[in-house]
C-alpha cells in the first residue's frame, strides 16, 4: 500500500489526498513535519519536502505532487483528472500551477508562516501586516475563481480536473487558518461547498493540527 | 508560428526554448519585461509571469513553462524529454520541479534579483551577502548535479530528458551572473559543457541582457 508523508495543513499533501480518494487509491498517512528537518526524510528526498509518497513492497518512492499526479493519472484509469484534448490539460496545468505557485505564495505560505509557524515552531506573535496582505491577496484570487466559475461549472471547465483539486487544497488550508473571507463571492463560494460536500474531502474537514484551531465555519459543510 | 513572450534571463522561457529547439518547433521571440507590467500582458495571463506561447492563427494561448512542455511533448513526437516507464517519467518530473523550483528559488532568483533587477530596474547596488547565500546554494546543487552524473550519463537516466533541459536553463541563467564556480565540479562541468555545444543552446549562449554582461567562460564552449 502506498504511504503518504505529510502533515495536516500541507496544502500539496492534501491535493494528491484528494486525487488519490476520487481515484480509490489506497493509502496510509504517515506524519513529516518538514520543519524538523529529520536525517531520514532527506535522505529520501534531498529537498526536505512534504509530500513523499513511498510503496515499499514495490521499491517505489515518488517526489513532488504534480510529478506524483501525473504518475497517478497515467497509471490509475479511474476517474481521469487531466483529461480531453492537449489544449484542455494545458488549461488545467496552468491553473495547477496558479493555485500551487502564486495562490501557494501570496496567501498560503504566509499564513503558514503567520498562524502554524510561529505559533507551533517559532513561538512568535504573528504579525498582523502580513496576514492582513495575504488576506488581500486572497481576495483578488476569489475574484479570479469567481469570474472562471462564472463562465464554466468547474475551474478548467465543464468537467472536474486536478485544477478543481489544487484549488480547493490551497483553499480549504487558507480557510482553516482565518485567511479566507467569503463574503461577496458566491460563485466561488458555491463551488467550494460542492465541494467540501464530497466524500474525497471528509477526511480533510475531520482534521486538526495540534495547537491551531480552525475558524466555525471551517468543517460545516452548508457554509 | 508560435510567438514566445519572454526576456534573455528568464530560466523558465530558455528551458522552453531549448526543449523547443530539440523537437524541430519554429517560434519566433517577443520581448516582455515582467516587471513592467504591460496590461495587455496580464490580459493575456492573469499571473503576469513569463512565459507566455501564443499561436495567433490557431487561437491558443499556453500559459505556465511546465504546461507548455507537456502539451509540446504530446503533441510534438520527434525527441520525447518525457518518456519511458511511469516510474521514469515521475523522476523527470521530480527533477524538473528540483530546478525550476528549489534551484530557481535559491540560485537564479537572489543572483536575477541582486545582479539583474536592482541594476536595471531599481538602481540599486547589490547586497553581497545576499550573493554570497546563493554562491554557496548553488555549490550545494552542483555537488547533486556531480551524484546525478556519477551514476547515470543523463540527470534522470540513461537518455537526456526535460530534466537536463530544466537543470541547463537554470544553470545557464546563473552562470551569466557569476554565480557558478565550476571547480570541483567535474562531473557536473563535463556533462553541461557536452550540453552548451548542442545547437540548440547556441541561440542562448550567444543573446546579451542590456546592462548585464556575463563572465568571459559564459559562451566558451570549451569552458
Ligand atoms: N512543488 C512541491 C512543493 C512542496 C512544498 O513546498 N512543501 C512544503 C510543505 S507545504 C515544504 O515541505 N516546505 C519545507 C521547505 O520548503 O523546506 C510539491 O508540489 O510537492
Ligand atoms: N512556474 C512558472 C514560473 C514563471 C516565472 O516565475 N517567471 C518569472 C520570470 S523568470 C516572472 O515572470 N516573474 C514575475 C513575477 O513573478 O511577477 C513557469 O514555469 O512558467
Known amino acids: 500500500m502506498w504511504r503518504l508523508y505529510q502533515f495536516p495543513l500541507c496544502p500539496f499533501s492534501r491535493k494528491l489526498r ?103 515552531v517559532l513561538r512568535e506573535a504573528p504579525d498582523s501586516r502580513n496576514l492582513r496582505a495575504a488576506m488581500r491577496l486572497a481576495d483578488e484570487h476569489l475574484d479570479y475563481i469567481d469570474y472562471l466559475i462564472d463562465n464554466r461549472p468547474w475551474l478548467a471547465g465543464s468537467t472536474m480536473s486536478l485544477a478543481d483539486l489544487a484549488a480547493a487544497a490551497q483553499l480549504s488550508v487558507a480557510d482553516y487558518l482565518g485567511g479566507i473571507n467569503w463574503s461577496g463571492h458566491e460563485q466561488a463560494r458555491g463551488w467550494y461547498s460542492t465541494f467540501k460536500s464530497r466524500p474525497s474531502f471528509q477526511p480533510l474537514l475531520a482534521e486538526r493540527m495540534e495547537g491551531v484551531q480552525p475558524p466555525k465555519h471551517y468543517s460545516d459543510i452548508n457554509a
Open 18 to 120: 484528494l486525487l488519490m480518494s476520487e481515484k480509490s487509491i489506497r493509502f496510509s498517512l504517515e506524519r513529516e513535519n518538514p520543519w524538523e528537518m529529520r536525517d531520514e526524510f532527506f535522505l529520501m528526498n534531498p529537498t526536505g519536502r512534504t509530500p513523499v509518497i513511498q510503496h515499499a513492497e514495490k521499491d517505489i518512492v515518488l517526489i513532488d505532487s504534480r510529478a506524483i499526479c501525473e504518475y497517478f493519472e497515467e497509471t490509475v484509469g479511474k476517474n481521469p483528472m487531466i483529461n480531453g484534448t492537449a489544449a484542455r490539460r494545458a488549461e488545467i496545468r496552468r491553473l495547477v500551477a496558479l493555485f500551487d505557485e502564486n495562490f501557494y505564495g501570496d496567501v498560503t505560505a504566509p499564513l503558514l508562516m503567520e498562524r502554524m509557524t510561529k505559533r507551533i
